[in-house]
C-alpha cells in the first residue's frame, strides 16, 4: 500500500475529515469521472421549481421511497423522483455513492462522493428528501434469519452477474465485497423503513446488487414494491409491482390478452419486427441489431456448415451470467449443468445432428464462453454436434429455418422459434414457457424423454396453426403491450431529455402519455385493457 492509500485509509476512520477535506479542496465537484450526475445537476433547480407548480395543481399522494445505487441509477431516479413529486406524491429519495458494484472504495472516498451526491440532490429539497443509506441510522449486528438468506443469495447472484459464470467461489474477494455491500444496504434499509415506512417503494431491478437488498428489505416489512428496468425499445419501461421485474412475469397481461386477435396492422408490427431481427436490422424505437450476419436461407446454412439430411437440432444459447438466466433453473441446478448433460446427451445420438449456436452477445461480454463448457464437457466433440461461435458470420434464423426441433434455456430466440412452428423445448424459466406453444418439461426425465419421441418423429410434435397463431399474438403482447411508455430510457437519458424535456413530461401532453405509468409505478394497480 503506497502512502497516499495509507493517508487515506488512516483519515477514512477519523470523524470529518473526509468531510472538511472535501469542503475546503471539492466543493460541489465530483471526485472523479466515475460517479458524476453532470447531467442532472444543472437543471435541477428549474425542475424542481416546474414540479412545485406541477404538485400545486395535484392532490396529496402517497408517501414514496425511491432508492438508487450507481451514478447513472441515482440520476435517473432522481428525475423520475421529481415527477412523482410533482404529481403530489411525497417522495424521499435513498441512495449509495458508490462508483462501481465490483470493486472497494476507500471510507474516505465513499464519505466524499456522498457530500458529492448529497449536494446535488439538495437541489430538488423540498420536494425532494435525499437520503443516504451510507451508515444510515445504526448498523445491526444481526439481520433477521430471512434477510441474512437474502443477503447470501442476492451476493451470489451478484458474484455470478459480475463474472458471468454460473459457478463461484463464495470465499472469494468479489463475493466477500458484495455480502458486505448488501448487509450493509439492508440493514440501513430495515433501521430507515421501520422508523419511517413508506406507503410504497420504487427501486430499479429489484434483482441484483443492493437493488435486490432493498427490494428484499421492503418485500420482508410488507412494504408495496414497484421495480422498473429498461430493455431495448427507447421510451418504454418494464414493470413489476411486489415482483421482480427480470422475472417478465406476462401472466396477467396475457389472460387479458390471449383470447384476443390481432388486428392486420398489429399482425404487420410483428412480422416487420421480425424481418428486422432475421435480416440483422434496426427497427422503429429498438435501439438493438440482433444479428450481424443477414440472412441467406436455411440451405445455404446446410451447406456452409456441413450438415446432411439427418434431422437437425438447434441448441440456442444465452450468455453465462446474463440476468435473464441467473435462478431460472427448473429442473438443473444452472444453465451450465442443462448445457453439460444436453451436449452429452446427444454425443450417444448420431442419427441425429445437433447444431449449438453461441449467443452473439458473448462478443461484447467479458466472460467465458458456453463454447468452453460444451468442449469441457467431452473428451472429444464427436462429428455430429457443431459449435457456431459467437463471431462465426452465421445468421442464426437460417440454422432456425433448417431445424427440425429447438432447444432453449430462456433466450428469447425460443419464441421466434415457435413462431416459425418450429417444436422448441424450453428449460429455463423464461417468460414465454407455458403459454400453449412450446414443450416444458418439468424434470430430467421429462426432458429426455421429450427428446428421444421428438428424434424419433419430429413431424408429430409440429406446431399447430393455432399454436403458431397463438405464438405471434404473444409476441405482440410482449414486445408491444408489456413496456409501458416512459419518457427517458436509463441508456440514452441526455438524448431523450431533449426530445421529452421536463416540462413536457408533466404537461397535458406529456401526462396523457405516460400518465398510467407514473401511476403503476406508485403502486396502483396494473390495468391490461387494451
Known amino acids: ?46 425542475w424542481t421549481s416546474l414540479a412545485s407548480e406541477s404538485a400545486k395543481k395535484h392532490p396529496t399522494g402517497k408517501q414514496v421511497l425511491v432508492f438508487a445505487v450507481l451514478h447513472y441509477w441515482i440520476s435517473h431516479a432522481t428525475l423520475l423522483g421529481l415527477v412523482l413529486a410533482g404529481l403530489g406524491h411525497r417522495v424521499t429519495i435513498a441512495y449509495l455513492p458508490y462508483s462501481r458494484w465490483q470493486e472497494p472504495i476507500e471510507p474516505f472516498d465513499a464519505r466524499r462522493q456522498n457530500l458529492y451526491a448529497r449536494s446535488v440532490l439538495r437541489k430538488a429539497r423540498p420536494l425532494l428528501q435525499p437520503v443516504p443509506f451510507f451508515k444510515a441510522g445504526k448498523v445491526r449486528n444481526h439481520l433477521p434469519a ?201 454425443s450417444k445420438k448420431k442419427n441425429v445432428q445437433l447444431v449449438i449456436r453461441i449467443h452473439p452477445g458473448e462478443l461484447i461480454t467479458n466472460g467465458p464462453s458456453v463454447s468452453d463448457v460444451v468442449q469441457n464437457s467431452l473428451p472429444q466433440i464427436p462429428q455430429h454436434i457443431h459449435v457456431v461461435e459467437a463471431s462465426a458470420p452465421v445468421n442464426t434464423y437460417d440454422i432456425v429455418e433448417a431445424a427440425d426441433l429447438g432447444l432453449v434455456y430462456t433466450t428469447t430466440v425460443g419464441l421466434e422459434m415457435a413462431m416459425s412452428g418450429l417444436p422448441v423445448i424450453v428449460v429455463g424459466n423464461t417468460h414465454y414457457r407455458n403459454k400453449g406453444f412450446t414443450l416444458d418439461p418439468n424434470s430430467w426425465d421429462h426432458y429426455f424423454g421429450l427428446l428421444d419421441q421428438v428424434i424419433v418423429a419430429p413431424d408429430e410434435f409440429q406446431l399447430s396453426k393455432e399454436q403458431v397463431e397463438s405464438a405471434w399474438k404473444y409476441a405482440y403482447v410482449f414486445f408491444f403491450e408489456y413496456p409501458l411508455p416512459f419518457p427517458w430510457h436509463l441508456t440514452r437519458l441526455s438524448d431523450d431529455l431533449v426530445e421529452w424535456p421536463f416540462e413536457r413530461v408533466l404537461s397535458q401532453e406529456g401526462l396523457v402519455q405516460f400518465g398510467d405509468t407514473f401511476r403503476y409505478l406508485v403502486g396502483e394497480p396494473l390495468e391490461w385493457l387494451f
Open 146 to 346: 430471512d434477510l441474512e438468506t437474502a443477503v447470501k443469495e442476492i451476493s451470489l447472484r451478484d458474484t455470478q452477474y459480475t463474472l458471468q459464470v454460473e459457478e463461484v467461489d463464495i470465499e472469494s474477494e468479489l463475493y466477500r465485497l458484495r455480502y458486505e455491500r448488501n448487509w450493509q444496504a439492508t440493514s440501513s434499509a430495515l433501521t430507515w423503513m421501520q422508523e419511517k415506512p413508506p406507503d410504497v417503494v420504487v427501486i430499479p431491478n429489484g434483482s441484483i446488487l443492493e437493488f435486490g437488498a432493498v427490494y428484499r428489505t421492503a418485500d420482508y416489512l410488507g412494504i408495496p414494491t414497484v421495480t422498473y428496468e429498461f430493455g431495448e425499445q427507447r421510451q418504454r419501461i418494464w414493470v413489476a409491482q411486489n415482483a421482480e421485474v427480470m422475472r417478465q412475469n406476462t401472466e396477467k397481461v396475457w389472460a387479458a390478452r390471449s383470447k384476443r386477435d390481432l388486428d392486420e396492422y398489429q399482425i404487420d408490427q410483428v412480422k416487420a419486427l421480425f424481418t428486422a431481427r432475421q435480416r440483422g436490422n434496426l427497427w422503429e424505437n429498438f435501439a438493438r441489431r440482433w444479428q450481424e450476419v443477414p440472412s441467406s436461407g436455411g440451405s445455404s446454412v446446410r451447406a456452409a456448415l456441413g450438415l446432411d439430411s439427418r434431422p437437425l437440432i438447434l441448441l440456442a444459447t444465452n450468455v453465462i451470467g446474463d440476468s435473464l438466466t441467473l435462478g431460472r433453473q427448473v429442473f438443473s441446478d444452472s444453465m451450465t449443468e442443462w448445457l453439460r448433460n444436453t451436449v452429452r446427451y446427444f
Open 1 to 46: 500500500m503506497n502512502a497516499k492509500a495509507t493517508v487515506k485509509k488512516i483519515l477514512g476512520d477519523l470523524p470529518l475529515t473526509a468531510e472538511t477535506y472535501w469542503y475546503l479542496r471539492q466543493p460541489g465537484k465530483p471526485l472523479n469521472t466515475s460517479f458524476k450526475l453532470n447531467n442532472i445537476a444543472a437543471g435541477l433547480p428549474a
